[in-house]
DNA sequence: CGGCATCCTACCCGATACTG
DNA sequence: CAGTATCGGGTAGGATGCCG
């Protein structure tokens, strides 16, 4: 490519859209946060996701170095999320882009979720 | 939509996300910058993008009011791209993101092309 | 419980050609 | 110069069903 032009390739930021910029990587990594989760809990969270594209995203993240899958062979099954230091180092950048939107949004409501609750979310979901 | 669950669409991180997240708008936030850059210069910068994307995402970004795109009834006809508070607002993101991405990177090269070397770009492509 | 396998749809993105 | 118009392919994301 040329120098003089745009790298597209070797692009920092491009790279990190590209592993980033899905549907639904950012409110994986924010759901997670700093806990163990196990994969039933993030699906039941975001139910909106699929299962399927859950089960993506969540290889992607992994494979990309974000967080870490832990598989128990016991029965019932059970595999916990949780984010790398990599992953953890997001969370700000997260919360930056959160702060940015809130003061943009000019249909931002009261009831609005944001990260904080959505960790809440978790919590109940764990009874 | 539950409550309990995940408010998908009242999401400020989605919300952003979506405005954002497309394959090319970070990149086009960063080239421009503080500057008025017309549609040429973008073009020839970024010219892996076809015109045609280039100028969809520059209307996307501009109904998203993070750029004001300027028209002067000229022969031959001229067009400046700025950047609007909001979008000015998301440099120091972008910047941390970039700087992320850099830090774990494993793949980094000396030859990368960071923001700064962007604007060196659009600098030279004034000429 | 936590997945795959399969199929399907939408739409992002690009190539090309044309215009005021 | 700075766009539109049109066509089309690839793929991200979703619905559904089966499995250890």
Redesign the pocket.
């Known amino acids: 490519m040329n120098r003089e032009k745009f790298a597209y390739s070797s692009c920092p930021l491009v790279k990190a859209m590209t592993a980033l910029g ?3 990587k950012p409110i994986i990594v924010c759901v997670i946060r700093d806990k163990k989760v ?3 809990q993030l699906a039941a969270i975001m139910d ?6 859950l ?1 993506d ?3 992607e993240l992994e494979a990309d170095g974000i967080l870490i ?1 832990e ?1 128990f062979k016991e029965l ?4 916990e999320y949780s984010l790398t230091q990599k992953g953890l180092d997001l969370l700000p950048i997260f919360s930056m882009l959160e702060d940015w939107e809130t003061k943009y949004d000019q249909q931002s409501e009261v009831d609005d979720l944001s990260m904080h609750s959505l960790q809440e979310s978790l919590v109940v979901e764990k009874n």
Request: charged share 35%; proline share 9%; no cysteine.
């Open positions: 899905s549907k639904w196990r994969f039933g909106v996701i699929s299962r399927k594209v089960t995203q969540l290889r899958r598989e019932p099954p059970r595999v």
